[in-house]
């Protein structure tokens, strides 16, 4: 389209605007975690530096930070995992037969996205203390599957109903089991929506702050956000870990993004989205 | 294994796991609101509609619920013009679209503790880099916090920040949707781009657009991070909404009938919301 010039610059200025708006804090956030101690509180210069890297040793020597993000890793590692296992199996299920009980499952997953999180923390907080359970890993694993399992069924769900039926009945008459064919040929196909729904499983997960809030008590159990937050509510603030902190859980996230940008924007157009 | 053989265990294992962690949590939390319990390991003692009653006698209940309302209805309205004013820019042709349209999307990867913690940071009574900024445009400094407005408006203005991405995503992907014969047309026509937004974009986006409304709807409503982390309800309860209510009623006063009756009435209140979708985009299992 071509446009006159006051026209592009508008433009221009609208596209900075989205970009400051967008990445400035993001911006300020790295930029502080790597200032040093004497100017960090003083200084506003948008220009990094100078710079230091002590908060991030702080928090790694002097911290529970550590202990925690591996917490993290391992919540967001199974939690991923088991979604991808037991969605691709439903989803396959409800697609692939007229079955009762399909209507339930589908519409009970969806109606599962809108769930009031306390309708979901309050029981399962309650169970898991009767259990002996409560304050685990297995405990928040469990309350993010409430989350991630009803977004793969539902994302997968759509994944497979377009994909043609032609495929695995050709490898079943050439001699393959339904369940071979579901694994050799279903399987590979059906990567991208898998890679979609990790993504948005581990987004949930990694980023979740009110399950692990109510579900852990200690602080060798807790997982990086609830972990971070309960430096706020210390008495000295201090600043510059807490940012070397929020860097480090956003790295991981900002990294996925930009390898995976193409199913991350394909997921979210298609509903497999975090709330 | 057969072919029915495979499929059904799938299903029957897809049954029992949906079962087991979607409908069973809620069954037992509805159950437990007719119930008195003040320990997550106690006997429960049947108390039929006495925690309804309580619930519904408190007016920091009605408080809570018109937070709610307020709070949802705020992040909405901004979210969504902000988010089809922001696809409208990034769907034009300039150098450096695809940095922006990726930057813009950042907000919404990260965890809402960072957002917070970064927040409270650039805003810090006398050193944060906004409180800097405010002071430089020779304003009179912000108090983020410290009254009832002012922290709804914080709450609010975050949860933007944080959820405009989804909108803009989703409603840029949609634009892509539109035949662009109809605006070439539309431009014969001697239309300006403004008309062409209302008569063109729009109405063709209206289910699109439905979706967006409702799903952020339910979700602003049932957050809970958010608002807990920045302002944990307050100032005197000027922020908080039934999500918090419900935990802190459950967790802090330990009266868990009555947590969890107020979180069976946000149920039943998005309910009548998941209704009206289902309703407009009823479910094709075929």
Same mark, same amino acid.
């Given at each position: 389209?071509?446009?006159?010039?006051?026209?592009? #610059?508008?433009?221009?200025?609208?596209?900075?605007?989205?970009?400051?708006?967008?990445?400035?804090?993001?911006?300020?956030?790295? !930029?502080? =975690?790597?200032? $040093?101690?004497?100017?960090?509180?003083?200084?506003?210069?948008?220009?990094?530096?100078?710079?230091?890297?002590?908060?991030?040793?702080?928090?790694?020597?002097?911290?529970?930070?550590?202990?925690?993000?591996?917490?993290?890793?391992?919540?967001?590692?199974?939690?991923?995992?088991?979604?991808?296992?037991?969605?691709?199996?439903?989803?396959? %299920?409800?697609?692939?037969?007229?079955?009762?009980?399909?209507?339930?499952?589908?519409?009970?997953? @969806?109606?599962?996205?809108?769930?009031?999180?306390?309708?979901?923390?309050?029981?399962?907080?309650?169970?898991?203390?009767?259990?002996?359970?409560?304050?685990?890993?297995?405990?928040?694993?469990?309350?993010?599957?409430?989350?991630?399992?009803?977004?793969?069924?539902?994302?997968?769900?759509?994944?497979?109903?377009?994909?043609?039926?032609?495929?695995?009945?050709?490898?079943?008459?050439?001699?393959?089991?339904?369940?071979?064919?579901?694994?050799?040929?279903?399987?590979?196909?059906?990567?991208?929506?898998?890679?979609?729904?990790?993504?948005?499983?581990?987004? +949930?997960?990694?980023?979740?702050?009110?399950?692990?809030?109510?579900?852990?008590?200690?602080?060798?159990?807790?997982?990086?956000?609830?972990?971070?937050?309960?430096?706020?509510?210390?008495?000295? @603030?201090?600043?510059?870990?807490?940012?070397?902190?929020?860097? +480090?859980?956003? +790295?991981? #996230?900002?990294?996925?993004?930009?390898?995976?940008?193409?199913?991350?924007?394909?997921?979210?157009?298609?509903?497999?989205?975090?709330? | 294994?057969?072919?029915?053989?495979?499929?059904?265990?799938? #299903?029957?294992?897809?049954?029992?796991?949906?079962?087991?962690?979607?409908?069973?949590?809620?069954?037992?939390?509805?159950?437990?609101?007719?119930?008195?319990?003040?320990?997550?390991?106690?006997?429960?003692?049947?108390?039929?509609?006495?925690?309804?009653?309580?619930?519904?006698?408190?007016?920091?209940?009605?408080?809570? +619920?018109?937070?709610?309302?307020?709070?949802?209805?705020?992040?909405?309205?901004?979210?969504? /013009?902000?988010?089809?004013?922001?696809?409208?820019?990034?769907?034009?042709?300039?150098?450096?679209?695809?940095?922006?349209?990726?930057?813009?999307?950042?907000?919404?990867?990260?965890?809402? /503790?960072?957002?917070?913690?970064?927040?409270?940071?650039?805003?810090?009574?006398?050193?944060?880099?906004?409180?800097?900024?405010?002071?430089? #445009?020779?304003?009179?400094?912000?108090?983020?916090?410290?009254?009832?407005? $002012?922290?709804?408006?914080?709450?609010?203005?975050?949860?933007?920040?944080?959820?405009?991405?989804?909108?803009?995503?989703?409603?840029?992907? %949609?634009?892509?949707?539109?035949?662009?014969?109809?605006?070439?047309? $539309?431009?014969?026509?001697?239309?300006?781009?403004?008309?062409? *937004?209302?008569?063109?974009?729009?109405?063709?986006?209206?289910?699109?657009?439905?979706?967006?409304?409702?799903?952020?709807?339910?979700?602003? *409503?049932?957050?809970?991070?958010?608002?807990? !982390?920045?302002?944990?309800?307050?100032?005197?309860?000027?922020?908080?909404?039934?999500?918090?209510?419900?935990?802190?009623?459950?967790?802090?006063?330990?009266?868990?009938?009555?947590?969890?009756?107020?979180?069976?009435?946000?149920?039943?209140?998005? =309910?009548?919301?998941?209704?009206?979708?289902?309703?407009?985009?009823?479910?094709?299992?075929?």
């Amino acid at each position: 389209m071509v446009r006159s010039l006051p026209g592009r #610059l508008a433009l221009y200025i609208a596209a900075l605007v989205i970009a400051v708006y967008s990445a400035f804090p993001i911006y300020w956030m790295v !930029l502080s =975690s790597l200032r $040093a101690p004497d100017v960090l509180l003083t200084s506003t210069s948008l220009i990094p530096g100078p710079f230091t890297t002590e908060y991030y040793w702080n928090l790694l020597e002097l911290t529970d930070y550590p202990t925690q993000f591996v917490n993290s890793v391992i919540v967001a590692a199974v939690t991923v995992v088991v979604t991808m296992v037991f969605s691709v199996m439903i989803a396959y %299920a409800v697609t692939r037969h007229r079955v009762p009980g399909k209507r339930l499952i589908i519409g009970a997953m @969806l109606y599962a996205y809108m769930f009031p999180p306390l309708l979901i923390a309050i029981p399962m907080f309650s169970i898991f203390a009767k259990l002996g359970l409560g304050d685990t890993l297995a405990s928040v694993i469990v309350s993010h599957l409430t989350l991630t399992l009803p977004l793969g069924v539902w994302f997968l769900w759509g994944f497979f109903k377009s994909m043609p039926f032609e495929l695995e009945e050709a490898a079943m008459v050439d001699g393959c089991t339904r369940l071979g064919a579901f694994l050799r040929v279903v399987l590979p196909l059906s990567l991208p929506g898998l890679i979609t729904v990790a993504i948005f499983s581990f987004l +949930l997960s990694w980023t979740d702050y009110t399950y692990a809030l109510i579900m852990i008590g200690s602080d060798a159990n807790k997982t990086v956000p609830v972990g971070l937050a309960s430096m706020i509510g210390s008495f000295d @603030l201090r600043w510059g870990e807490i940012m070397a902190g929020s860097t +480090l859980i956003a +790295l991981p #996230l900002f990294g996925a993004f930009a390898l995976l940008s193409q199913y991350f924007i394909q997921g979210l157009g298609a509903g497999a989205v975090k709330g | 294994m057969s072919s029915k053989s495979t499929i059904y265990s799938f #299903l029957i294992l897809g049954l029992a796991v949906t079962l087991l962690l979607i409908v069973a949590p809620v069954v037992y939390a509805i159950s437990l609101s007719f119930y008195r319990m003040d320990s997550f390991v106690g006997t429960p003692e049947w108390a039929g509609l006495d925690n309804y009653a309580r619930v519904l006698s408190q007016w920091e209940f009605w408080r809570a +619920l018109i937070n709610g309302f307020v709070y949802s209805l705020g992040t909405i309205v901004f979210q969504v /013009v902000l988010g089809i004013g922001f696809a409208l820019v990034l769907n034009q042709v300039f150098p450096g679209r695809n940095l922006v349209r990726g930057l813009s999307i950042l907000p919404y990867l990260l965890p809402t /503790v960072v957002v917070v913690l970064t927040f409270k940071w650039m805003v810090d009574g006398s050193i944060g880099v906004l409180t800097n900024v405010i002071a430089a #445009l020779g304003l009179p400094p912000v108090y983020w916090f410290e009254s009832p407005g $002012a922290a709804m408006a914080s709450v609010i203005l975050v949860s933007v920040w944080m959820w405009t991405p989804f909108v803009t995503t989703t409603f840029l992907a %949609a634009l892509q949707t539109v035949p662009t014969s109809l605006y070439e047309a $539309a431009k014969v026509d001697g239309t300006t781009a403004i008309q062409r *937004f209302f008569h063109i974009t729009l109405p063709m986006l209206k289910p699109i657009l439905t979706v967006i409304v409702l799903l952020r709807a339910v979700w602003m *409503f049932n957050k809970f991070d958010v608002i807990w !982390l920045l302002t944990q309800g307050g100032p005197v309860g000027s922020t908080e909404h039934l999500a918090i209510l419900s935990y802190r009623t459950a967790f802090s006063l330990f009266d868990i009938g009555g947590g969890a009756a107020i979180a069976t009435i946000s149920f039943a209140i998005l =309910s009548v919301a998941v209704f009206i979708y289902f309703r407009m985009f009823p479910l094709d299992t075929e």
